[in-house]
């Protein structure tokens, strides 16, 4: 089997150091893009960036290989504000380079549409990150992102949000219709930004800490844990067994409850009320626990460098145990119920499908790259926390409908509780955070296997230990990209609740 350290050799790319599991290189801007062209081809793009500020602008390119538990880092210094685009030969850079453009202000030459992701009403020149934020930005107009419209006869638009009623994050869809087919959809995000990275630049990891935990609510848990983990790795900081399997353990709540959500907002968009409501049931008791153990319902303020802020109770642990088999039996109860009612499974098979052609290309992670075929998960191909100490299996489908995403979720669920379930009977006990030293100068990558999908953060500490940069990369800004090609796929107005219900995409995570 290759392995990175061999395509990076293979490339005439010398490896640099960097800290355990990765892997750093760097090239010169000339030899960018045919570099990253050539390992796209056989490695996968995890993440694209920029780092603009003091000194000139910099690329760097995480990739990730199947079997192999290393990252490759690459990355170019620039000399002006632009660089040859490689979405043309490299797909999935597309929206990457999009950011990279209205965020930081470099131009990728030759990229075939660069609409705006986000800053629909951004003032002209100032891309958040590297503008003054403190000044005010209404300096000038912005320049809308254009809108595609389907002509023809009996083709209508019908819009959907920003508001909306219930739960819904705030997104604005454009759904271009003939009759009741979806011939089109467009989407506008961007409503949540709030430029946290831009924000933690200067500030303690303390500091930098809440804002990568108030990220997205529902996937509160994994980003602050893969910051918090990267900020581990730069300043060289061990983890102790206690804290790793606390980790492990809460990473999986937060998994779990997740996934009941989903799958009860998918029971509700066919018009299974009860079933919604057995599902939310289960979400709620999941939460509740939760609190018991950390204080907080979405295990925000427990993660500290090092460790934990406190150990968990005891008690609390001790009730969990006991909840286990009774959620497994009323999810596999409730699972049958869904596979039984011929009605829900008509409305979700062949709904929202995303072919594994077409989503290869995006690198997808999560319940929706699985359902397509994409066999990543990062809590089996980068351990971290206590996932070298545990088993559990991972389901890859092919059909890349509502109906595989929700089959993909069902089984998680099995394999969070039977996660959970190893975790207590080999508890060690949880333990605070250790001493931390002073810190020096340095960066790293840090990751978790969110419910969405693989969670990838990178984090540049200043010799002082504040943070110098901090890139997050959650796994709804992947995920997103081929979301209006899944809605258009066949579909008509009254599959898009059972769409957007299945893949469950946070407008938060993306917006950030």
């Not at 209404?138 to 209508?156: A, C, E, K």
């Not at 509740?288 to 934990?308: D, E, K, S, W």
């Not at 090609?485 to 993306?510: K, Q, R």
Request: glycine share 8%; aromatic share 6%; net charge negative.
């Amino acid at each position: 089997m290759t392995t990175l350290r061999e395509l990076a050799q293979k490339f005439g790319l010398a490896i640099e150091g960097g800290a355990p599991q990765e892997l750093r290189t760097q090239c010169a801007p000339e030899e960018f893009l045919g570099a990253v062209t050539a390992l796209a081809a056989e490695a996968v793009l995890a993440d694209l960036f920029a780092v603009t500020g003091r000194g000139q602008p910099s690329l760097t390119v995480v990739f990730e290989l199947a079997g192999d538990a290393e990252w490759l880092v690459l990355r170019t210094q620039l000399s002006g504000d632009s660089f040859p685009s490689l979405t043309p030969s490299t797909h999935v850079a597309s929206w990457y380079e999009r950011e990279i453009r209205e965020m930081h202000g470099l131009n990728p030459v030759g990229h075939p549409a660069l609409a705006r992701l986000r800053l629909h009403d951004w003032p002209v020149g100032q891309p958040p990150m590297r503008a003054a934020l403190e000044r005010r930005l209404d300096v000038g107009p912005g320049v809308p992102s254009p809108v595609p419209i389907v002509h023809g006869q009996g083709v209508f638009q019908l819009p959907l949000g920003p508001v909306r009623s219930g739960p819904q994050e705030s997104g604005e869809f454009l759904f271009n219709s003939g009759g009741e087919d979806l011939v089109a959809v467009s989407q506008l995000l961007g409503f949540k930004l709030r430029v946290v990275e831009r924000l933690a630049e200067g500030r303690t990891v303390d500091q930098a800490l809440m804002l990568a935990e108030r990220l997205a609510g529902v996937s509160a848990f994994s980003n602050a844990l893969a910051f918090v983990q990267a900020v581990e790795r730069a300043m060289a900081v061990d983890v102790g067994e206690q804290s790793r399997a606390a980790r492990t353990l809460m990473n999986e709540l937060e998994r779990l409850h997740n996934h009941f959500g989903d799958i009860a907002r998918l029971a509700d968009a066919t018009g299974l009320m009860v079933a919604g409501a057995q599902y939310a049931s289960l979400k709620e008791e999941v939460l509740r626990h939760c609190a018991a153990l950390t204080q907080h319902r979405y295990l925000r303020g427990i993660l500290a460098v090092g460790g934990l802020q406190a150990p968990l109770p005891d008690a609390a642990l001790h009730a969990l145990r006991r909840r286990l088999a009774d959620w497994l039996r009323r999810s596999e109860r409730l699972e049958r119920l869904l596979e039984d009612t011929a009605v829900f499974v008509d409305r979700v098979e062949t709904t929202g499908v995303l072919t594994k052609e077409y989503a290869a290309p995006h690198n997808l992670v999560g319940p929706i790259g699985r359902s397509t075929g994409a066999d990543r998960d990062c809590r089996r191909d980068h351990p971290y926390a206590g996932y070298d100490r545990v088993t559990f299996d991972v389901l890859v489908k092919s059909q890349g409908d509502a109906l595989a995403r929700l089959s993909v979720r069902l089984f998680e669920i099995r394999q969070s509780i039977r996660i959970i379930e190893q975790v207590l009977e080999a508890w060690p006990g949880s333990d605070v955070a250790a001493s931390v030293s002073a810190p020096a100068t340095g960066e790293a990558l840090g990751w978790s296997e969110g419910a969405g999908g693989e969670t990838l953060h990178s984090v540049a500490l200043t010799a002082d230990g504040r943070i110098a940069r901090w890139r997050a990369r959650p796994p709804a800004f992947v995920n997103w990209h081929p979301y209006a090609e899944a809605c258009a796929s066949g579909n008509n107005l009254t599959d898009y609740p059972v769409i957007e219900a299945s893949f469950g995409l946070s407008h938060a995570e993306f917006d950030r």
